[in-house]
């Protein structure tokens, strides 16, 4: 069966490799939840699956477990009341273990087959994910639905694009023949076998459960590796749910389905340390705070792993042909998902004798009110604006929305708090937009939240200065600039290069920094502190596998 599926998915992985190739607009999955590509039911039936799973035990069955943990709550104020079984780390990494005895030997197109398949799967319950990636996240629904569904399912067929790729540049026989003069050449038979590492281990976020997730676990799964998937405590029910559909896929396909495993625990506890340090576990895929990253790896030694830590994201404005334009872009980047995505920009660079436009010089306070101009318009009507901002995950981000303001700086635009139309204890909170100037030490940290400050400098190259300073220091997974001089363009894009950050140029349209597309946009770049591999590329899936040979005379 699991050559069935390599076949039935082959051409459209043929095409995501030329995708790749290319880095042109391409995705395997729609991301619109028009009928057309879904289905006239698709939505009140993925409504109607999420809410069929609350208040009871989630229907997954898994080896050893021992009870069960819960406790997800919506940001949209109510409990989810899901139960899901809860396996101790060790039984889990020995159920993982055996597995792999006979998924190691089923070999590159069965490990990636299934993979497809199950992705494939994952695409029809794109709604029932987005709900529950909705309501664990804070999420707006139209997010959950593409960054949840279609572009998480983008980025994990990119891993298994990646890997395939890789795989199959190792030919599984060959003869070697060395020429020997006048007597008869030396003929041996070489055979090349791909063998996974080993057990890995996926450790999710609170805000992207698949979209961070699914790289990790399709990359380590399409390289023959078992995998025990660790959801983050209040984003449980994303991975469940993908790791249900994965079971089911292995199952069908005559392997033991333990393959994949669900590792949900209570928070606080200490089981991702256990499986981080478990000496069966080989790869392990994190994204979270940088404290957590940093532990890994410096503690799990005997494993490879791939982090995504926090970062200080940033905007260079230099120069505008169009500041409205500039203005709009930015207040949207910083008011989706209430700034919290890791590329969401923080500190916006602005000279503090002004920057130049078709219009005359424009000062510092105007380009700063004209950014907090635009962040309000943006929040002005709050029906629109919840589907924008979504709602707050925990309450820890509103604690930092305090703690800015208690910051002492001059307020550009106040964080407020928005009524949902929809759920009345929805946490929403418009964002905090505040002015400092360059050398404050607020502006050298991570403020994780819809928190940004506008940023006075000495000039455009103290601005560029400061963002590659402050990428090599504390890292940063985006770099956005504006410039209407191909010049002060260059110097920015060397400076990002030097820093190994993503630039981003002029966005003034319906492109927005905090947005990056699979099989086109590498998401990090391994070259700064924020993270130590890129989604995806080469590096991030071809040490997942190694190559063992056997030869012989013939």
């Not at 030997?105 to 794109?126: C, D, F, Q, T």
């Not at 404050?440 to 000495?458: K, R, S, Y």
Request: negative net charge.
């Amino acid at each position: 069966m699991s050559e069935q599926f390599f076949e039935r998915h082959q051409a459209l992985l043929e095409q995501a490799m030329a995708a790749a190739a290319l880095r042109g607009y391409w995705s395997p999955f729609a991301e619109s939840p028009s009928p057309r590509h879904y289905g006239e039911t698709a939505n009140d039936d993925g409504r109607a699956a999420f809410e069929a799973l609350r208040g009871k035990p989630f229907p997954l069955d898994l080896p050893g477990a021992e009870g069960s943990v819960g406790g997800e709550a919506s940001p949209y104020g109510f409990e989810l009341g899901i139960t899901y079984p809860r396996v101790p780390a060790a039984k889990l990494v020995a159920a993982s273990s055996k597995a792999l005895e006979k998924w190691r030997r089923a070999g590159p197109r069965a490990w990636v087959g299934v993979s497809m398949e199950i992705l494939s799967r994952l695409n029809k319950l794109s709604f029932e994910i987005a709900y529950a990636v909705q309501h664990t996240t804070g999420q707006g629904f139209m997010m959950a639905f593409q960054a949840g569904g279609p572009h998480a399912q983008d980025r994990g067929f990119e891993a298994v694009t990646y890997a395939w790729q890789e795989m199959s540049r190792i030919p599984g026989i060959s003869v070697w023949e060395k020429p020997q003069g006048k007597n008869d050449p030396i003929r041996m038979e070489k055979h090349f076998t791909v063998v996974p590492r080993g057990v890995a281990l996926v450790i999710g976020c609170s805000t992207f459960p698949t979209w961070n997730g699914y790289p990790g676990l399709f990359a380590s799964l399409a390289t023959g590796n078992t995998v025990i998937v660790k959801p983050h405590p209040g984003a449980i029910l994303p991975l469940a749910i993908t790791v249900k559909v994965a079971r089911e896929v292995l199952a069908e396909a005559g392997f033991d389905p333990n393959v994949v495993l669900l590792a949900a625990h209570a928070s606080g506890d200490d089981t991702a340390q256990q499986l981080a340090l478990d000496p069966a576990v080989k790869i392990v895929d994190f994204t979270g705070s940088s404290a957590n990253g940093n532990w890994l790896e410096d503690n799990a030694r005997q494993a490879l792993v791939y982090t995504e830590k926090a970062g200080v994201n940033q905007v260079i404005i230099d120069s505008a042909s169009d500041l409205k334009g500039v203005a709009r872009n930015l207040a949207f980047s910083l008011a989706l998902y209430s700034g919290q995505m890791c590329t969401a920009p923080q500190n916006i660079y602005v000279p503090r004798d002004g920057i130049q436009t078709p219009e005359g010089r424009v000062s510092f306070d105007e380009v700063a009110g004209a950014l907090a101009a635009a962040l309000e318009k943006t929040t002005a009507d709050a029906a629109r604006a919840v589907e924008l901002t979504g709602a707050i995950q925990n309450e820890g981000v509103v604690e930092r929305i305090e703690k800015a303001r208690a910051l002492g700086l001059p307020v550009l635009a106040d964080s407020k708090p928005l009524v949902h139309p929809q759920f009345e204890n929805a946490r929403v909170r418009t964002p905090l937009l505040l002015s400092a100037q360059a050398g404050n030490p607020a502006i050298g940290q991570e403020w994780f939240g819809p928190i940004a400050f506008v940023v006075a400098t000495d000039s455009t190259e103290h601005s560029i200065q400061l963002a590659r300073d402050s990428v090599i220091r504390h890292g940063a997974l985006s770099l956005s600039a504006y410039t209407t001089d191909d010049a002060v363009a260059e110097r920015i894009q060397d400076a990002a290069e030097v820093s190994g950050v993503s630039l981003s140029l002029n966005l003034t349209g319906a492109v927005f920094v905090n947005q990056t597309a699979a099989f086109s946009d590498f998401h990090g770049t391994g070259a700064n502190p924020a993270a130590n591999a890129a989604l995806s590329d080469s590096a991030f899936v071809a040490n997942r596998f190694r190559v063992v040979q056997t030869r012989k005379h013939v």
